[in-house]
């Protein structure tokens, strides 16, 4: 934003102005009567020049890093204590040093601070001079390369601050070396000392954005079975969960700040998904490992809830999709749009599930809060009606001597709430050496009193910091808004009641053309061919969807992938994003090459028709619908399938089974066929690879024809002779032994005989006349008993009625 601290003429506001000039008259008496008594001597004016000109020269021999200050924004009676090391970086030994405070004027822009941050040097006009000297640390000598602690204790009233406001804050070294051997400063580092000690009367309604967003840590693969068990890009993620790791650090920190938290549903469903199985992708080709880390998932995610419970929420689309990307690269690809609104309406019952609270769904925050009409209009495409947009991207007009609200209209129903970049920007590069934080942490709070002190206006301010802080960047953040909300000129206020805010009609609300779209932003863009990758995946998943039985084991996975395919963490890692996008296709493509068709052999048809089978295979676990198996000949007037060039019959095969389809055949000349089978979905698109084989087709001739005929009718005479033969043996068998019952029963008397009579072997020749001759028996012989006589067979127990032989030519009736 462009306030009275960027612009030449601009001064804080008149009141203020009055303050300053009495105090500064009232601190310039004493040194004004001091002058009065000395005697004008041009000489030793000279030498005093000479003397200030030496001393700034070596201010940077010996580093001072200021490790500690406390407390951050002192109050009446409180005392400062400041602690760091010096260090000589210089050849010679420093003798005689020591370290003291030095606080300068009162800083009246924001402008004035950015410059002070940025001097190394000593200015001894700017810098002022040392206080007390009691409240100093000296060292007797500084070696080369040698790193001394100090720490000064100093009670603020001896500071002679004076009206509220923001003060430089030197920590020098002065001393001297072997080559100058009188005193000068040679090593000082600056900072600020918010002064604020009674209650503004009128507060600055601050918002912080705690942002809990991650890289992409999940595939699109899962595990066999029906259990679905999520496959892990690697075990990053378990490492930021662990205690001291960058989202436990971002998690344990903010549950005790009044913040809005900004959360990306993607991480959510990452580590929920690691509270139960999952496993690692490993290198190489191997399988991927058992993941072990559900214990550190469930803590933290637990912590998330109890730290949410109450408190402001933001959900960012799924997986945090990078809209400026979208925008200026993707919206000519076709389908892009569709991404960015399933990422939305994921994002609410995501963190619903997870962290049983509802978020606000309808801010966008492009990255950086850099925005130009292309990227608004994207933004707000899925739904989002509030867009984050950042002071460098839209700039104040240059009469404005003030920050204003956060809050402004931007036309189309749409609210740009900006951040302010000052603020956004201060915790980011390297946090983790102390003096550097600590730096960062007075910088933040001097430019948040300077906006207060600007106007007795109230207004509402935002910071949007970083999307992924480090573990020591969210630690400085934490300290600098502890130290703001515990402040007397500032007050907090959720993200929601800030976007509603009454709107500065001062403030800009022209969006930035596309040509001022920072170029530094533009070349870590997704490109135009990541779309592309996208879409054509996209299609391949609607094309594999409806021949499944239950689609969302692939839509699932799969539009959770895509997502992540857009997200913001790809910015500048273009070969990782490029990876993960064909890693994703070539799993789809795995996967749905389970339902193919089995290769075939050449196949011979002897024969005018023939069937020919073909076989479709489902590896999957889940069962597959809605397909059709066409067969088409390439030759129809050598070979048709059912009656025409091809055949189709829709196929069913149930998970983890094959089934084979079969096609009629006619042939019509001899010759090879190549013969294509193919898969289609029901809307006619192709699905899998084709199978082609050959039919060797052989016509059978006339002649051929007749010996077959003739052969097959002589083998069924043959077997009907044999069959009547049978019958007519079996015929006869059932005559005689009807006669032979019939003749027992007519002459009871004889019924041994004619039992004997039955007994006759098949080969005994028959009467010419029909009848059959008895033979005669000896003399008191016995009957013959049916069937043959054996050697153990029992003696009868009663011998023949009638022992007397029948006379010669008896007859017996049958």
Do not use: C
């Amino acid at each position: 934003m462009a306030e009275a601290a960027d612009f030449q003429g601009t001064g804080p506001s008149p009141a203020r102005r009055l303050l300053r000039r009495a105090w500064a008259v009232l601190a310039a008496a004493p040194l004004m009567a001091g002058l009065v008594q000395l005697p004008a001597a041009p000489a030793a004016h000279a030498l005093g020049q000479d003397a200030l000109r030496a001393a700034a020269s070596g201010s940077r021999t010996v580093a001072v890093s200021l490790d500690s200050l406390t407390p951050d924004a002192p109050s009446d009676g409180d005392t400062l204590t400041v602690s760091g090391t010096v260090t000589n970086n210089g050849k010679q030994t420093v003798t005689d040093a020591h370290v003291g405070l030095r606080v300068g004027q009162e800083v009246e822009t924001r402008s004035t601070i950015d410059d002070i941050a940025r001097r190394t040097d000593f200015d001894p006009g700017a810098d002022g001079p040392e206080i007390d000297g009691k409240y100093a640390q000296k060292f007797s000598r500084l070696a080369p390369g040698v790193a001394q602690h100090f720490s000064i204790s100093v009670p603020v009233g001896k500071l002679n601050l004076g009206p509220d406001g923001v003060y430089e804050l030197s920590v020098s070294l002065s001393g001297q070396t072997s080559a100058e051997p009188w005193e000068q400063v040679l090593g000082i580092q600056h900072t600020f000392l918010p002064w604020q000690p009674d209650e503004a009367d009128t507060k600055t309604r601050t918002t912080y954005l705690w942002p809990l967003v991650s890289t992409v840590h999940m595939t699109a693969e899962t595990g066999p079975g029906t259990q679905q068990i999520p496959v892990f890009l690697n075990d990053d993620l378990a490492k930021d969960l662990a205690p001291g790791g960058r989202l436990e650090r971002m998690l344990s920190l903010g549950k005790d700040l009044d913040v809005t938290w900004v959360i990306d549903p993607d991480l959510l469903a990452s580590v929920d998904a690691m509270t139960r199985s999952y496993r690692i992708r490993t290198s190489g080709d191997t399988d991927p490992v058992a993941g072990t880390h559900q214990a550190v998932a469930k803590q933290w995610l637990a912590e998330l809830q109890q730290a949410v419970t109450g408190k402001e929420v933001v959900a960012l689309p799924f997986a945090d999709p990078d809209l400026a990307s979208l925008a200026h690269n993707g919206t000519s690809v076709t389908g892009s749009l569709s991404q960015l609104k399933d990422a939305t309406d994921v994002a609410s019952s995501t963190v619903e599930t997870v962290l049983h609270v509802k978020p606000d769904t309808d801010f966008a925050w492009p990255v950086d809060g850099a925005v130009d009409p292309s990227i608004v209009r994207v933004a707000t495409s899925a739904g989002a009606d509030k867009v984050i947009a950042r002071s460098d991207s839209l700039e104040e007009p240059d009469g404005l001597t003030y920050t204003p609200s956060a809050a402004r209209p931007i036309g189309g129903g749409t609210t740009a709430v900006v951040a302010d970049a000052r603020l956004s920007t201060a915790f980011q590069g390297d946090m983790t050496r102390a003096g550097t934080s600590t730096l960062a942490v007075q910088r933040f709070l001097a430019q948040s009193l300077e906006i207060n002190g600007q106007t007795g206006k109230q207004r509402s301010i935002v910071v949007a910091p970083q999307r992924m802080p480090s573990a020591s960047q969210a630690q400085a953040m934490a300290q600098a808004l502890t130290a703001l909300q515990q402040s007397t000129w500032s007050q907090s206020q959720g993200l929601g009641a800030t976007a509603k805010a009454k709107p500065d009609p001062s403030a800009t609300t022209r969006v930035p053309s596309a040509s001022d779209y920072p170029s530094s932003l533009r070349k870590r863009q997704l490109g135009r061919t990541a779309f592309a990758e996208i879409a054509r995946t996209q299609d391949k998943v609607d094309n594999f969807k409806v021949v499944l039985t239950d689609e969302s084991r692939v839509v699932t996975p799969f539009g959770r992938a895509m997502n992540r395919e857009m997200s913001t963490s790809w910015r500048g890692r273009r070969s990782a994003a490029s990876g993960f996008r064909d890693g994703v296709e070539a799993y789809l493509d795995d996967i749905s090459e389970q339902v193919k068709l089995i290769d075939k052999s050449e196949t011979k048809l002897s024969g005018r028709s023939a069937t020919i089978p073909v076989t479709v295979q489902n590896n999957l676990v889940q069962g597959v619908d809605h397909l059709v198996l066409r067969l088409t000949s390439t030759n129809p007037t050598r070979l048709k399938i059912g009656g025409r060039a091809y055949s189709e019959q829709r196929v069913t095969v149930s998970g983890g089974h094959s089934q084979s389809v079969k096609f009629t055949t006619s042939a019509n000349a001899n010759g090879p066929v190549s013969v294509i089978a193919q898969l289609y979905t029901q809307d006619g698109r192709t699905y899998g690879a084709p199978v082609v084989f050959d039919v060797k087709v052989t016509e059978i001739t006339a002649t051929v024809m007749l010996v077959i005929g003739g052969g097959v009718l002589l083998l069924v005479l043959a077997g009907f002779r044999m069959y009547t033969q049978r019958k007519r043996a079996a015929a006869r068998e059932e005559a005689e032994t009807a006669e032979e019952a019939d003749a027992a029963e007519d002459d009871p008397e004889d019924s041994g005989e004619a039992a004997e009579g039955a007994d006759r072997p098949d080969d005994e020749p028959e009467n010419p006349e029909g009848t059959s001759e008895r033979p005669k028996q000896e003399p008191g012989a016995r009957p013959r008993a049916k069937g043959p006589e054996q050697p153990s067979d029992p003696t009868p127990d009663t011998a023949a009625e009638n022992a007397d032989p029948s006379g010669t030519g008896e007859k017996v009736d049958r």
